[in-house]
Structure formats: C-alpha cells, structure tokens
C-alpha cells in the first residue's frame, strides 16, 4: 500500500533546524524579519536565529534563492532536522 500523502508543500530545497531549540524569526521584537515569503536570499545570509542554551545561533541559507515557504512561528520550538523554510 502507497504511504499517505504528506501535506502539499512547496517544491525547492528545505532548510532544516540544525538543533534543538526556539527560533526567532528577527534579531529583536522591534526589528523587521530577516527574511520573508518572496525574498531573495544568497547562501550564508542569515534567515532565522534558534536559541539553545541562551546561546544565539544564526541559521543560514544553505543554497541562494527564492523563499517560497516559512514553515515555523517566531519564538516556537524546533527540532533537529525540523525543515524551517523552503527556498526555491
């Protein structure tokens, strides 16, 4: 029997947690997101920062490209490996 569908997604290349821990979707809360749905990003730009430890980690995009998909809420818990966003 066929495995069930997973949710459609949008297609591109996903850019996964690389551990444990909240993510932020902008440096502070009164600064504007380091990314958004549409923006262009180039490899080593900073999409998202994941807190582990009360230590900031800046989560770069691993490929250059279009984002098409944020896949996390500001200040949520991640996962390793949990995919973030979608580039494409």
Do not use: C, H, W
């Not at 800046?58 to 250059?64: F, S, Y």
């Amino acid at each position: 029997a066929a495995a069930p569908a997973a949710p459609a997604r949008a297609s591109g290349e996903e850019i996964k947690s690389p551990m444990v821990g909240t993510i932020y979707l902008q440096a502070n809360p009164t600064s504007p997101a380091f990314v958004k749905v549409g923006d262009m990003v180039e490899v080593g730009q900073t999409m998202f920062i994941v807190e582990a430890m009360k230590t900031m980690n800046p989560i770069p995009a691993t490929r250059a490209g279009k984002i098409v998909e944020i896949l996390v809420e500001d200040a949520q818990p991640v996962e390793f490996g949990e995919p973030l966003a979608i580039i494409e």
